[in-house]
Every structure is written in C-alpha cells, then in structure tokens.
C-alpha cells in the first residue's frame, strides 16, 4: 500500500507562487502515474496535471497550462506542482494522487489519494 501525503498549500496573493510537494511512501514510486487534482467550494474535483512514470511527459489543465509545472524525484518519492501567476480561481483543495502505470491517459484510473491541501489565492 502507498500512500501520498501532500505539503506546502497556504495562502498567497495573486499573481504570486506556491509549490506544492506530494511524498509517498513505499518502494514502487516509480511505477506509477503521478497526478494533481484540485476542488472548489460547490464544485468537483478537478484534473490539473500528470506525469508519467520517468518525468518524461507532462499533461496539463487547459485552465493552468502555462502557469503550473508538474516535476517528480523518484529518488525522493516525491511529485512537486510549482504554481505561479496565481489568481483567485486557483483558490481550492489540492489533491495528490497516484495510478498504476507508466503513462497518462484520460480516464486512468487513480486509486492512492492524499488528504489535500489547502490553496487560497486573495485578489
């Protein structure tokens, strides 16, 4: 069993930067998909961006490509989300999350969660 754990949320200003760090326990962390998710007040939780197994391919949000950067550390067991040019929408509970596989494809099924961490953006 792995199981994220995510850090690093807090509160900033737009336009400004947060990243956020996502460790998981256990040995296989290569092996799996890495993804961050997101959700809002009143809405559902959201896809904003993946990266497959090596780091070698990136998948992003329409609503934060350019902005945001997925990376990963497979000798940390570690997945960051640098977030920059923040703006209030930004503002939600992020999730790390993990799928077994070594790329991404939409409908992949990510079975390990983290708790979330709190994002808010103040305009």
């Known amino acids: 069993q792995v199981q994220p754990v995510e850090s690093g949320g807090g509160l900033v200003q737009a336009g400004g930067s947060l990243r956020l760090s996502c460790a998981a326990s256990?040995?296989?962390?290569?092996?799996?998909?890495m993804g961050w998710f997101r959700q809002a007040p009143g809405k559902e939780r959201e896809f904003v961006s993946a990266i497959s197994w090596s780091g070698g391919s990136t998948y992003y949000a329409d609503s934060v490509k350019g902005r945001f950067t997925i990376s990963r550390d497979n000798a940390k067991n570690t997945v960051y989300l640098q977030m920059n040019s923040l703006k209030p929408e930004d503002t939600a509970v992020y999730y790390c999350?993990?799928?077994?596989?070594?790329?991404?494809?939409?409908?992949?099924?990510?079975?390990?969660w983290g708790q979330g961490t709190q994002v808010t953006v103040s305009s």
């Open positions: 256990g040995r296989t962390f290569s092996s799996y998909v």
């Open positions: 999350a993990m799928a077994n596989g070594r790329a991404y494809y939409s409908g992949i099924r990510f079975d390990f």
